[in-house]
Nanobody, 116 residues
Framework: QVQLVESGGGLVQAGGSLRLSCAASGSIFPIGAMGWYRQAPGKQRELVARITRGGATNYTDSVKGRFTISRDNAKNTVYLQMNSLKPEDTAVYYC??????????WGQGTQVTVSS
């Protein structure tokens, strides 16, 4: 059974930075795409950034140029470097990992709060 452990959330002032990490363990299959989603109060969960096993990335428009997603395939870990944070980035951030041949798995979520 695949388990995800997220870390790195917290409280930061506008303009600050945070780095989220998500480590996957227990998968007997290689990990495919990995991504970060977020959900703000009263809003739907949205894709923030996604990275394929080969390193191709895509971002939602609102974070382009500020956030960077990366991964370490040897460690089955995905990272999200968040710079120039804005109050509107405040949300619970969820890691999503797609092992090959089985259903994607969600992390437990980590709170990111950006104060103005």
């Amino acid at each position: 059974q695949v388990q995800l452990v997220e870390s790195g959330g917290g409280l930061v002032q506008a303009g600050g930075s945070l780095r989220l990490s998500c480590a996957a363990s227990g998968s007997i299959f290689p990990i495919g795409a990995m991504g970060w989603y977020r959900q703000a109060p009263g809003k739907q969960r949205e894709l923030v950034a996604r990275i394929t096993r080969g390193g191709a990335t895509n971002y939602t428009d609102s974070v382009k140029g500020r956030f960077t997603i990366s991964r370490d395939n040897a460690k089955n870990t995905v990272y999200l470097q968040m710079n120039s944070l804005k109050p509107e980035d405040t949300a619970v951030y969820y890691c999503n990992v797609a092992p090959l041949f089985i259903s994607p798995v969600w992390g437990q979520g980590t709170q990111v709060t950006v104060s103005s």
